[in-house]
């Protein structure tokens, strides 16, 4: 099959949406398809590189440049929408001149996964998979405060949301247009039908490469101080002062100690909010650390915390789970939809003195009764151990057959 993907964002041993991008690229190489992928030029010199590395005759690597005035946009904030937007045109007209020589069977939009974004590539009439997508997502204005100055950045985040989804053309006209929009959480499922959506499904973006999982699963005994994890960087939107007020409230004969992973635009605060719930002795900050000692602390550790207050479908919660922990997070977007109910504790999303005295009973819950931790850290662990990329590249494999096999009979009834 001759597949063509979109993945504006796309580098190999990146995570986030750069790594999505890879790996749907390489893992769907693998399986045979022979697939051309349209990418930016960001990271152009590490995949020529892993690219030669592998020797894949089978995998085509399309740079779609734009011109200087539009790269420079990416200096300032608002700027990427420029840049994507421009770069969608440029990839549709570098698309449309491949198609005609080689007829590509399908087209997969992988990156960006954000559905408000949109691609221009309806525009050359194949079928169509659109996603994983999130994007329907947004933060709960009763916990703005935990935002501190950078909420106001929330509020222009869902208005150019609202903005693209009324003018933006390519947003309608693909759900329209795909075969199957796929999304990563019920927010963004409910954005897809409302925008025409024919064929909407729930289907995870967050998968892993067999070689991240530990040998066997991690056994972890009772020991005097539960070992807390949160990782990620320190965005306002991450919610780390949300899961550092809650663990202010813990009882007091819970010896417990956070280990912080990660750095970010929230940086300065961290020491205020050790002060200002009373964590004194009682938080371990890292700051960004190599992978290898994430892994580390997915295996030391007792429990994972993560309360992220706008989140598509964070990579974290699969990490976490590939090590049998427990989750700790909000019954809210991603963790919502990706952490099964009986690997961890959600907490409902109310007000923050409610949602906070919610997280610090799970913690406190947790510690008395190590059963249930090693209880639900094997449900994380058997489940993520079914979100591989070869099992999701599997699994969209077969839509892919679906959809090209409809388009045929279509063609010939």
């Known amino acids: 099959m001759k597949l063509l993907l979109s993945a504006y964002a796309c580098e190999p041993n990146r995570g986030t949406e750069l790594g999505n991008g890879w790996n749907w690229a390489l893992n769907t190489a693998k399986m045979g398809h022979e697939v051309w992928c349209l ?3 960001e990271g152009k010199e590490n995949i020529v590189a892993e690219v030669e590395r592998l020797a894949l005759p089978n995998l085509h690597i399309i740079f779609v440049e734009v011109p200087g005035w539009v790269q420079k946009t990416f200096e300032y904030h ?3 929408y420029i840049h994507y937007m421009y770069w969608q045109e440029k990839a549709y007209k570098v698309a449309q001149e491949l198609d005609r020589n080689i007829h590509f069977d399908l087209v997969h939009h992988v990156t960006i996964g954000s559905l408000q974004l949109g691609t221009a590539l309806w525009r050359l009439n194949k079928p169509l998979i659109f996603g994983p997508a999130g994007g329907g997502q947004e933060a709960p204005k009763a916990f703005k405060k935990y935002f501190y100055s950078w909420w106001k950045m929330e509020v222009v985040r869902t208005w150019i949301s609202k903005l693209l989804l009324t003018f933006n053309p390519n947003v309608r006209k693909a759900m329209r247009h795909a075969s199957l929009v796929l999304t990563t959480n019920q927010d963004t499922y409910q954005m897809a039908k409302a925008n025409g959506a024919k064929n909407a499904q729930m289907f995870l973006d967050t998968s892993l490469p067999e070689t991240f999982y530990p040998p066997a699963y991690p056994v972890r005994k009772q020991a005097e101080e539960l070992k807390i994890v949160w990782v990620g960087r320190l965005f306002a939107r991450k919610g780390l002062p949300l899961v550092m007020e809650a663990l202010g ?3 007091p004969d819970v010896p417990f100690k956070l280990i912080i992973l990660g750095d970010g635009q929230m940086h300065d605060y961290v020491p205020q909010w050790v002060e ?6 009682k938080v371990d900050w890292k700051g960004q650390v190599a992978w290898e000692e994430v892994k580390r602390a997915y295996t030391e550790s007792d429990i994972f915390m993560f309360c992220s207050l706008r989140d598509s479908s964070a990579a974290q919660f699969l990490e976490a789970m590939a090590f049998g922990l427990p989750v700790i ?11 099964p109910d009986d690997a961890g504790i959600k907490v409902p999303v109310t007000t923050p003195e ?5 997280l610090a009973l799970a913690v406190e819950q947790l510690y008395d009764n190590l059963s249930l931790r090693e209880q639900m850290g094997q449900h994380g662990y058997n489940f ?4 591989t990329w070869t099992l999701k590249t599997e699994h969209i494999a077969r ?3 679906k959809f090209t096999q409809l388009e045929i009979a279509e063609i010939h009834p």
Do not use: C, E, M, P
């Not at 409610?354 to 919610?358: R, V």
């Open 354 to 358: 409610q949602t906070t005295k919610a």
């Open 276 to 281: 200002q719930y009373n964590l004194q002795g």
């Open 384 to 387: 993520a151990k079914t979100q």
């Open 249 to 251: 409230q813990v009882r």
């Open 78 to 80: 608002l700027g990427f």
């Open 329 to 339: 997070t909000l019954d809210l977007h991603g963790g919502k939809n990706l952490v």
């Open 39 to 41: 990418t930016t030029i």
């Open 399 to 401: 839509f892919y057959s």
